[in-house]
């Protein structure tokens, strides 16, 4: 475990250090990409003048609980698809079609309902991650085996056995896949509509630097959105993990 993570961080710092002399260098405006090492610096102006600790916060709290939201209403509309094929097949392609378009657009009706506040931010992200997680349920549960659910059905098993032992333990893998994709396009909502309604946490951090031209703040701002989504996969990495003892 060590050893991957050491050779991250060594890589990362190798990568900062060749940053800043090409830089020097004069081989890249620093008003384009700043020095590493004032992005750095940054970090402390932020901590303090921005309340970093506090944005850092309300954003990894807005994209959780969005997450959270979408799983929550998700998973039973992907189950309820699967059990109704005829729900499934009617509306599968308009859940396809809704996930490739750019939902973040619709933010103007969402202010219109919710104004400008985290239940904007957290809706919005909330109904980008439904899709995919939605979407991932449904082909996990159909994507089942036939033989597997065959010798359960050879061992008398009932149909909340044969559910639970297992089709959702099979359609496992595909449902983690929807729910990673959930975290990504919920996560880059979260932070798209903090940066656009200008209110939350890192979001609206990245859009006050990028507006007084602070560009180092800005980077040290993005650093900590990164740092999220770490946070947020290492969660569904071990979740995933723990499913597999089930």
Not at 27 to 36: A, D, E, G, Q
Request: neutral net charge.
């Amino acid at each position: 475990m060590r050893s991957p993570i050491t050779a991250g961080l060594c890589t990362l710092l190798l990568l900062a250090i060749l940053i800043e002399l090409v830089i020097m260098a004069g081989l890249i405006s620093p008003f384009v990409i700043p020095l590493p090492s004032r992005v750095v610096l940054a970090v402390g102006k932020l901590w303090t003048a921005e309340d970093l600790p506090l944005a850092f916060g309300i954003t990894l709290a807005e994209a959780a609980v969005a997450v959270a939201l979408a799983t929550a209403v998700a998973v039973p509309a992907g189950y309820v698809m699967w059990r109704l094929p005829v729900l499934g097949a009617a509306y599968r392609p308009w859940l396809g079609a809704l996930f490739a378009a750019p939902t973040v657009l619709l933010y103007p009706l969402f202010l219109v309902l919710f104004g400008r506040s985290h239940t904007t931010v957290v809706a919005m992200g909330a109904l980008t991650a439904a899709i995919p997680i939605t979407l991932h349920v449904l082909d996990g549960l159909t994507g089942v085996s036939r033989t597997l659910e065959n010798v359960g059905r050879s061992f008398n098993v009932t149909g909340g056995q044969l559910f639970w032992k297992i089709q959702l333990p099979a359609a496992a893998p595909t449902i983690f896949v929807g729910l990673r994709l959930g975290l990504i396009y919920g996560l880059v909502n979260v932070i798209g509509i903090e940066f656009l309604i200008v209110y939350g946490g890192l979001g609206r951090v990245v859009s006050s630097m990028y507006d007084n031209y602070e560009f180092p703040g800005m980077y040290a701002a993005i650093i900590f959105i990164v740092l999220i989504a770490f946070l947020l996969f290492w969660v569904l990495e071990h979740g995933e993990k723990a499913s597999r003892t089930f």
